[in-house]
């Protein structure tokens, strides 16, 4: 599937990805391919992005924004104040405050 994730300052990140973890207004939950439409609100928490290989990534371009988790580098971790995700045809788009 291919994750945005959008600030309103720019885009933050915008890659294929495997899955996302997200923290749901009604608790935290993951989303895999094909995941039927959804629309949520989001509320502070961490943004869990797992890709197969960070060698198309580069990292260094978000401003620390998104970081590697420390013991898994096929996890990439961006905390949020609150935000809203939407899922549709296999696109993710998580817009964060």
């Not at 961490?46 to 580098?73: C, F, P, R």
């Amino acid at each position: 599937m291919h994750l945005e994730v959008v600030s309103p300052e720019a885009v933050l990140f915008s890659s294929k990805v495997d899955s996302i973890s997200v923290p749901g207004t009604g608790g935290e939950f993951q989303m895999l391919n094909n995941h039927a439409a959804i629309v949520s609100t989001l509320k502070a928490g961490t943004v869990k992005i797992h890709v197969h290989t960070q060698e198309h990534l580069n990292l260094d371009d978000l401003h620390g924004k998104i970081v590697s988790q420390a013991d898994d580098d096929k996890i990439l971790t961006i905390a949020i104040q609150s935000g809203t995700i939407e899922m549709k045809d296999n696109k993710a788009i998580i817009l964060v405050d």
